[in-house]
């Protein structure tokens, strides 16, 4: 029979006192998790545009933020945070080291809500210590943000759904709003959630119209910024063949069970996550892993054992659970296979990854549930994820730095560099290094860095296009074409004030050896080749990264 009320209280919970106290350990260890090393690893590429889209990006006009490609609010966040805080690494990562205690307890909540107290503290715990959240609440990233707010979107609209008042209605259009404008992929990571309500046992038109309305309402919200971004601003486009491959790496038929991988163990993947791409973790370790999360899964999908949780409709809400985990996995996989790779497992896939907590959330209180053994079983499987979690967890903390470091390259430059020498960086490299150059009391703008002494060389980014535009990759134009080389020598050596001046070359790739010359492949090679031709002698300083020092032979210009 239909059932005509909606749905009914779950299950009596734990003494209130005792749930109280779980959430509060758990989120005591789940911020103390994220602080700890928070700056031992330096900022990365990615981190250093955060810095430079609330530091030094305007609000608008030319270099502004409608210049990126990704929506504002968490860069206007970071921005008034970084007036207070400052800019060091640990006060930039800041913010998301408390977004993500708080996820910790907004999953919490949003299991408790939409199934028990139980599934929902077994989410907490998952949460707290899972590396890839850890990870993104290091990182001073978007991502930890984007998590919480479509985690709490869950929680919002099931609230609707069941009191069907207009404030909870308009609680999740607002949170909504704020998702899609942290980034695009909430798109994908909201999809799932009419799913909900077609799962509802009495939705009525009623229910339909204000989820019509809440999700209409946030579409429409994003419109302004989308024209402001994409149509009044110039957009340069940035290399981006590193995703295909990425994509290719995976290889695309493991793509999907790859991002379970990583959900719950945080393993080394084909995305270079930092320290991540350092690690070495047991074979046996991460099969171990594999072999439990398979078993929780398994256990969280089957009916067996659903009636001992005393859930109404509770294969409703495993319905929307398994669609909010899978339809956002298979819409990138399906996009990346049919028109662009955007697959990168461990970033853009994080759009499921509350859905995946509480699934494991979910499966471990089945386990635990279990008729006659159950009491046994469930803390042994348990125990076991948890253990392999943790083991990750210490290799994570002590693992060394997973890029070449920006922050020494920063400081050898901050004791060689002279008055009127040209320091050049190539490629995406050059941000991070002036990002370090700045934390040590450099000033940098307008192509120049100057220090209190006042030491002052010319600071250019190669090709040209990265000083613009250093939130992209632009390598195609001058990759192969030598008037382009050219043209950009032409503008870097322009500030060269000194004939025994020095023009430094930088680049992270390391040198090699080809026919008995060290080179450094790729567009640097083609720079240096022409400051040769037009009478400078280089030599390497450094192989790894590389550095090289030119000087004139002769006065001459290019032609």
């Known amino acids: 029979m239909r059932p005509t009320t909606d749905l009914p209280a779950h299950s009596t919970p734990p003494v209130a006192l005792v749930f109280i106290g779980a959430t509060a350990a758990i989120l005591l260890v789940a911020f103390c998790l994220r602080i700890y090393n928070l700056g031992t690893q330096e900022l990365w590429l990615d981190e250093t545009r955060s810095w430079y889209m609330t530091t030094v990006m305007n609000w608008i006009g030319p270099q502004s933020l409608g210049e990126n490609n990704t929506p504002p609010l968490y860069y206007l ?65 978007s991502y930890v943000l984007l998590m919480l707010l479509l985690v709490v979107c869950y929680g919002l609209l ?94 695309p038929s493991m793509a999907v069970l790859r991002s379970f991988e990583i959900f719950g163990l945080g393993s080394v993947t084909a995305f270079q996550l930092k320290q991540f791409a350092l690690l070495e973790f047991p074979w046996q370790l991460r099969w171990l892993g594999i072999g439990t999360l398979l078993v929780i899964g398994t256990v969280a999908v089957l009916p067996y054992a659903d009636s001992r949780l005393g859930i109404a409709f509770l294969c409703r809400r495993k319905a929307w659970l398994v669609s909010a985990l899978l339809l956002p996995l298979l819409a990138l996989w399906a996009g990346s296979y049919l028109i662009k ?17 509480l699934f494991m959330g979910l499966g471990l209180t ?10 046994v079983v469930g803390p042994i499987i348990g125990a076991l994820l948890l253990s392999v979690m943790a083991a990750k967890l210490m290799r994570y903390y002590t693992a060394g730095n997973a890029h070449i470091s920006a922050r020494a390259v920063a400081s050898w430059i901050g004791t060689t560099a002279r008055s009127g020498d040209v320091v050049v960086v190539s490629r995406e490299f050059g941000l991070p290094v002036r990002y370090f150059l700045t934390q040590k009391g450099y000033q940098c703008g307008s192509g120049y860095c100057r220090d209190e002494r006042g030491n002052r060389f010319a600071y250019r980014q190669y090709p040209l296009e990265m000083e613009k535009y250093p939130l992209g990759r632009h390598l195609a134009r001058v990759r192969g074409s030598r008037a382009e080389v050219q043209k950009d020598l032409r503008q870097l050596l322009e500030p060269l004030a ?44 450094n192989l790894s990264p590389a550095i090289l020092k030119f000087q004139r032979r002769q006065q001459r210009v290019p032609n």
Request: with cysteine.
């Open 77 to 141: 966040l970071l921005r008034a945070w970084s007036r207070i805080a400052g800019d060091s690494p640990e006060a930039l990562r800041g913010p998301s080291v408390l977004t993500g205690t708080v996820f910790v307890g907004a999953a919490i909540w949003v299991g408790r809500e939409i199934f028990d107290a139980h599934v929902g503290l077994w989410t907490g715990v998952l949460a707290a210590l899972s590396p890839m959240q850890i990870f993104y609440s290091q990182e001073a990233r």
């Open 158 to 251: 099931f609230r609707a759904l069941k009191t069907n008042a207009f404030g909870w209605w308009l609680a999740y259009g607002i949170v909504s709003v704020l998702a899609l404008h942290c980034h695009y992929m909430a798109v994908i990571g909201l999809a799932p959630n009419v799913v909900m309500v077609f799962a509802w046992p009495t939705s009525g038109i009623s229910r339909w119209l204000r989820y019509g309305g809440a999700t209409l309402g946030a579409a429409v919200l994003l419109i302004p910024w989308l024209l402001a971004s994409f149509y009044f601003t110039d957009h340069l486009t940035g290399d981006l063949g590193f995703m295909k491959l990425y994509w290719e790496r995976l290889p």
């Open 341 to 357: 790779p955007l697959y990168s497992v461990g970033r853009y896939d994080m759009v499921a990854f509350p859905a995946f907590l």
């Open 366 to 375: 089945k386990c635990v549930r279990m008729p006659r053994v159950g009491v």
């Open 498 to 541: 000194r004939p025994d001046g020095a023009v430094w070359l930088i680049t992270r790739i390391e040198a090699i050896s080809e026919d008995g010359k060290w080179l450094v492949p790729g567009i640097e090679n083609d720079l240096g080749e022409e400051l040769v031709r037009v009478g400078f002698t280089g030599k390497f300083i």
